[in-house]
T-cell receptor
């Protein structure tokens, strides 16, 4: 079974709709991240969380919100989707950042299209 | 502002060729540089580099870090079509956030 799962894997929606993307992990990691990927721009951080009480904005948080429902679950919401939010979205997890534990583990991604 | 820049952005080679991918970084209180390979969807981890001049190697892939000149290279020898992917590098600072700063990625296409 995959350690980091995302649902849905693909979603097409219309401008103005509210969308929630969900991420679950079985790795037992405290840290979770949401990224979006656009062609030629690499991965850009939207939000990250260290635990259920800790939420932090990344470099492109406008238009997005998140919820950390449990250690294993981190959801990303688009309150009113717009076409330029069409992208590939990744959830990732990492350990506490101890020496040698910088690697992040990625989910399979959600391809979101906003019409 | 922290940034990571990769070059070239895309590359087309033939099987058997050797390629070198470049990654330069400006990361506050730099701690490590990571390389990922992204084939169809999720990036998968290749290497993490923390010390200058020490080569990390896995099969035909190898990578090295130069902390003085602030760059890293990823070498792939005897390329195969299965090496076709986007290669991402990311820098991490020593702050407790664990955040990675990703470059734009290099898209490598290996033709038969």
């Amino acid at each position: 079974d995959a350690d980091v799962t995302q649902t849905p894997r693909n979603r097409i929606t219309k401008t103005g709709k509210r969308i929630m993307l969900e991420c679950s992990q079985t790795k037992g990691h405290d840290r979770m991240y949401w990224y979006r990927q656009d062609p030629g721009l690499g991965l850009r951080l939207i939000y990250y969380s260290f635990d259920v009480k800790d939420i932090n904005k990344g470099e492109i948080s406008d238009g997005y919100s998140v919820s950390r429902q449990a250690q294993a679950k981190f959801s990303l919401s688009l309150e009113s989707a717009i076409p330029n939010q069409t992208a590939l979205y990744f959830c990732a997890t990492s350990d506490l950042g101890l020496e040698g534990a910088d690697e992040q583990f990625f989910g399979p991604g959600t391809r979101l299209t906003v019409l | 502002e922290d940034k990571v820049v990769q070059s070239p952005l895309s590359l087309v080679v033939h099987e058997g060729d050797t390629v070198t991918l470049n990654c330069s970084y400006e990361v506050t209180n730099f701690r490590s540089l990571l390389w990922y390979k992204q084939e169809k969807k999720a990036p998968t981890f290749l290497f993490m580099l923390t010390s200058s001049g020490i080569e990390k190697k896995s099969g035909r892939l190898s990578s090295i870090l130069d902390k003085k000149e602030l760059f890293s290279i990823l070498n792939i020898t005897a390329t195969q079509t299965g090496d076709s992917a986007i290669y991402l590098c990311a820098g991490r600072g020593s702050s407790n956030t664990g955040k990675l700063i990703f470059g734009q990625g290099t898209t490598l296409q290996v033709k038969p």
